[in-house]
């Protein structure tokens, strides 16, 4: 299955088509936008600068960010992490359009889960456990499930109270790409599985008829767990998973409404990467990967791209000028000059060969790049050149 | 090579970590290399399942099987691989409790999967306990490894990471799980182990050092060197990088000296050019501050060259040498 590409551009003689990141903004059909991609691309860097220019052309946007730079977040005036969105100062709002920014709390989206899905008392007993409190606060993959959860609730918040017509969302650092994508999954498989009710068995009223389901099997894995664990962490683990289990449906049924809302139509999935080998292949294998979930993929933004100004000097040809004028001890501005371009043009041509990679693996996939600063970006100005740069 | 001053003299542990994309597992794998020089036998770990390690030094995939990955100077060895969390539990299982037959029916129960990916830190217990068991691991009376060189996770993780032991000591208060992270921790905390941050002179990669500098030092972790990597020369002399980056270089000679070489002196040609240079003389201005924020974390600061054309096994070599000359093995 081919990756469901929207917002495509004319397709230029050569190479891959272009990315029309305007186009996407523009169309009220497009409802959420994931940014994903390896850590240390820029993916909130760019997942900011989509929701800023979106709104300075007449959305209104809120965009969860998950672990932003200090001053790119004070930039947001993103002081807190209390996951409230907040509304960003210094937008230029004359089209209509207004900004809400927002920065992930993790254990508290899990925390009002819990709230929302049990009773009080009940939920008391789940927040005090220690064993919650560990999954709550590190487990990995919470953070990947709580920002899914999270796209979830404002969605549903976009669509009853109409304050946000588009949502942009950071995808977590995750250990790999496709942890955010497999983490909701995964807590669903766990919670179906067989070792939850195992471990619920002991806690359960009847639960020796209970028992019964099972094999021999029960009693060692029941005794092994408590010679590798100790009795006292096994405890506290059964103890969680009694308290949780009205709320199991709930959860599941989460997960999987969030699953279907990534693949919807007004999804589209902008891919980050930088033109070096390691952001590349989590690409390729990020695009193949939405394709296989039948995620509507828009396209790839390329960060950090490295062009020569002076295009038509070789970098061999320049190296070879700059040896010719050192050997003659004439013009060393023009020699040094020469060498800074022909160092330029080697970069440039290695992040060449190296974006080809994908672009071979993935010819239909649109690409936006957006060329290398020297300055980090932290202000509402850096953020527009950088969507100017991305529309350019 | 000059065998002077070594720095981490009498550490068996040197943790890599860095934000993502500063060339972590470059830096990891030169320094492994150092270290191995004149004989020593040194393993370099990953454990987040990446390969990285495989692509730099061009070998096929990591298993959770110690393999050898190159020689260095002087009848060192490399040895590598790849921690795998279900892997390591197995073996923790067989190695502890002499399992057998429980083993495969916790996995059927699905308790091994839950152990490796739900449940709270263990996954992270296991990766360093691996570690832990490979540094500590003796034949003959003797340390099989001279060190252990860990492809840590990035910068943003690393102090969750390392310190997942001393959290399950705060979750289980007693038995074998306990004792386990007490171990780990007790080493992690010792003056056997380092952690390294690797670098960019850009701004956010230095922030994150810094606040990982602090992190780690507040979590009783070992901070050990700063690297800087993909550090590149200066061309342009000072005076003349004033001047370029005040777009003030003069235009006339640089189209002479184009003229003289039998190059094309078009005007786009020689503003092309100038722009170069008014962007070369921004970005070693942004360095040189980024550097002074580095020297203010105060480690000692090793620097690493960028290589014209990336990183392939002779740069890495390269590399190791660089960093044996500047004491860091």
Redesign the interface.
């Known amino acids: 299955m081919s990756p469901t590409t929207r917002g495509r551009g004319r397709r230029p003689a050569t190479g891959s088509p272009r990315l029309d990141v305007d186009a996407l903004l523009r169309d009220r059909g497009t409802r959420i936008i994931v940014c994903c991609g390896a850590g240390g691309v820029g993916k909130t860097t760019t997942a900011a600068a989509l929701a800023l220019r979106a709104a300075e052309q007449g959305r209104s946007v809120v965009v969860l960010t998950i672990d932003p730079a200090r001053r790119l977040a004070q930039s947001m005036g993103l002081e807190q992490l209390d996951n409230t969105p907040r509304e960003v100062k210094g937008v230029d709002a004359a089209a209509g359009g207004r900004l809400d920014a927002m920065m992930l709390d993790m254990k508290r989206t899990f925390d009002e889960i819990v709230e929302s899905h049990s009773t009080p008392e009940k939920a008391q007993q789940i927040l005090a456990n220690p064993f919650y409190q560990a999954l709550s606060s590190s487990f990995a993959g919470t953070q990947e499930y709580m920002a899914m959860e999270k796209l979830g609730q404002l969605r549903a918040e976009a669509d009853r109270g109409g304050t946000w017509d588009l949502v942009v969302v950071d995808t977590p650092p995750s250990r790999s790409a496709p942890d955010f994508l497999d983490a909701p999954q995964r807590l669903g498989s766990f919670l179906d599985g067989r070792f939850i009710k195992l471990l619920l068995a002991p806690a359960k009223v009847g639960g020796k008829a209970y028992l019964k389901v099972f094999s021999s099997g029960v009693n060692l894995v029941t005794n092994t767990l408590t010679k590798v664990l100790g009795a006292q962490v096994l405890r506290d683990i059964q103890t969680f998973v009694a308290a949780l289990d009205t709320m199991f449906g709930g959860f599941r049924e989460r997960a999987d409404v969030t699953y279907r809302l990534l693949q919807e139509k007004g999804t589209s999935f902008v891919v980050v990467a930088a033109p070096e080998g390691d952001a590349l292949r989590e690409a390729s294998y990020f695009v193949d990967r939405l394709a296989a979930e039948r995620m509507p993929l828009s396209g790839l933004v390329l960060n950090r791209v490295h062009d020569v100004v002076a295009g038509s000097l070789s970098a061999e040809r320049s190296i070879a000028a700059a040896e010719t004028l050192t050997e003659r001890k004439v013009h060393p501005l023009t020699a040094q000059l020469l060498r800074l371009h022909a160092e330029r043009a080697q970069v440039a041509t290695r992040e060449k060969a190296l974006t080809t990679r994908f672009t071979a693996a993935h010819p239909d996939v649109p690409i936006a790049r957006v060329p290398a600063f020297a300055q980090d970006v932290h202000d509402l100005d850096g953020l527009r050149q950088v969507g100017r740069d991305l529309t350019a | 090579m000059p065998n002077g001053e070594r720095d981490w003299d009498g550490v068996r542990l040197h943790v890599v970590t860095g934000?993502?994309?500063?060339g972590k597992t470059t830096t990891a794998a030169a320094l492994a290399l150092a270290l191995a020089r004149g004989g020593k036998r040194v393993l370099l770990v990953e454990v987040?399942?990446?390969q990285?390690i495989a692509?730099v030094f061009d070998v096929p995939p990591l298993s959770y099987a110690e393999t050898k990955v190159a020689s260095a100077a002087g009848g060192g060895t490399v040895m590598a691989m790849a921690v795998e969390a279900k892997a390591a539990l197995l073996e923790y299982?067989q190695l502890f409790?002499k399992?057998g037959?429980?083993a495969g029916?916790?996995e059927?129960?699905?308790?091994i999967?839950?152990a490796t990916?739900?449940?709270?830190?263990i996954?992270?217990v296991l990766l360093t306990g691996k570690v832990y068991e490979a540094v500590r691991r003796r034949d003959n009376g003797r340390p099989v490894y001279d060190a252990v060189v860990l492809d840590a996770?990035?910068t943003?993780?690393i102090v969750?990471f390392l310190n997942?032991n001393a959290?399950v000591v705060?979750?289980?208060?007693?038995?074998?799980?306990?004792n386990q992270a007490d171990s780990i921790t007790t080493l992690l905390r010792s003056p056997q182990t380092v952690v390294h941050l690797v670098t960019l002179l850009?701004?956010?990669p230095v922030?994150e050092t810094a606040d990982g500098a602090r992190h780690l030092a507040a979590a009783d972790l070992p901070v050990g060197g700063v690297v800087v990597n993909l550090v590149?020369e200066a061309?342009?002399?000072v005076r003349?990088l004033a001047a370029a980056g005040k777009f003030s270089?003069?235009a006339d000679?640089?189209a002479?000296?184009?003229a003289?070489?039998?190059?094309?002196a078009s005007a786009?040609?020689v503003?092309?050019?100038?722009?170069?240079?008014r962007?070369?003389a921004?970005?070693l201005a942004?360095e040189k501050r980024e550097r002074a924020e580095v020297d203010d974390i105060g480690r000692p600061v090793y620097e690493l060259p960028a290589l014209?054309?990336?990183v392939d096994l002779g740069g890495l070599y390269l590399l190791a040498d660089r960093l044996t000359e500047q004491g860091m093995a």
């Open positions: 934000k993502g994309g500063t987040e399942n990446r990285g692509q299982l409790y399992l037959r429980a029916v916790l059927k129960f699905g308790a999967d839950f990916t739900i449940a709270p830190g996954r992270d996770p990035p943003g993780r969750r997942v959290e705060g979750l289980a208060k007693i038995g074998p799980i306990r850009e701004e956010m922030q590149r061309v342009l002399p003349r270089l003069d000679e640089v002479a000296g184009l003289e070489a039998g190059l094309p786009a040609v503003d092309g050019l100038l722009v170069e240079a962007d070369h921004a970005r942004l014209a054309s990336g």
